[in-house]
């Protein structure tokens, strides 16, 4: 099937729409139907085909390409959405509410006015609810985010020095685990691996699946592997230059190699050493 990808804020996420038969190029504003409501959106995927199983949900049809009348109503919500937001700061304070207002939008037929909040707790803002719709008279919506979107919509500077990803190119967020950063061989202390939002970085996601193929054919610190000197013990791996180093012990000789990963294969237990001598090898590496 024919679709398009629509994204309706700069690093939003992409959903897809049916272009009911007209033809779009990146960056056409075009206004369409969704759960929220009548949305304005722009064109960050032409029209391309998919298989069926690729699109989840129903594809709806885009409603119609945006006007210049479309587009001031666009920015006019916007200015409305800036008033709006400090007037809910201030019955925020009024009703002494645990909770910290991020970013708020309208939808584009202006019949939901929603609002993002941080909170460490569950926070009960009926009445403050029914406050902002007495004024603003329209449906209100109030949605608690997480630290992750709270970063992506303020920005900052990574500990790259870069502008952090969220905020610059990632669309969505993808499960980021410990495990990654001992994969990769990384400081585990939080200070070394935590983004401004205080959890994990996105970039971990971005290289595992390179480690993960590579720690599957590299053997393990302490292993005994054959090699084309015999067999030895590991003693360091270099995963990203795919290199082994193996220690031997010949009588009162000691000899140390690096081998390309390629060149090893762990030892079978018959091929073993009765007794190959590893200094410190209780410590963690």
């Known amino acids: 099937m024919e679709v398009v990808g629509v994204r309706f804020k700069s690093q939003g996420k992409i959903y897809y729409f049916s272009p009911a038969g007209e033809t779009f190029d990146l960056g056409d504003s075009v206004i369409v139907d969704t759960v929220r409501g009548r949305e304005f959106g722009t064109i960050a995927i032409a029209n391309k085909d998919l298989r ?4 989840k949900g129903e594809l709806k049809e885009v409603v119609r390409r945006a006007d210049h009348q479309d587009l001031s109503q666009h920015l006019q919500n916007r200015n409305d959405a800036r008033e709006a937001i400090i007037i809910c700061q201030d019955l925020i304070k009024k009703h002494d509410l645990p909770m910290r207002l991020i970013s708020n939008e309208y939808t584009f037929d202006r019949s939901k006015l929603l ?28 949605r608690q985010i997480g630290v992750r979107d709270e970063a992506k919509v303020f920005g900052g ?22 495990k990654m950063a001992k994969d990769q061989g990384l400081s585990l202390n939080p200070n070394n691996i935590s983004g401004i939002c ?39 791996t270099y995963p990203i230059q795919e290199l082994v180093v193996v220690r031997f012990e010949r009588e009162d000789e000691v000899d ?10 762990r030892a079978r237990p018959c091929q073993v050493p009765q007794e190959v001598p590893l200094e410190d090898e209780d410590e963690e590496v």
């Open 52 to 55: 069926e199983e690729e699109v």
């Open 115 to 142: 609002f993002y909040f941080t909170a460490e707790n569950r926070v009960d803002f009926r009445a403050l609810v029914r406050d902002l719709a007495q004024v603003f008279k329209t449906r209100i919506e109030l």
């Open 157 to 178: 500077l990574g500990s790259c020095g870069r502008v952090c990803c969220c905020s610059s190119f990632l669309s969505d967020f993808s499960p980021v685990t410990i």
């Open 198 to 236: 205080g959890r994990l970085m996105c970039c971990l996601k971005y290289e595992q699946d390179g480690y993960e193929a590579i720690l599957e054919k590299m053997p393990s610190w302490g292993d005994y592997v054959k090699t084309p000197d015999g067999v030895g013990r590991v003693t360091q």
């Open 256 to 265: 140390i190699k690096t081998y390309e990963v390629d060149e090893v294969q």
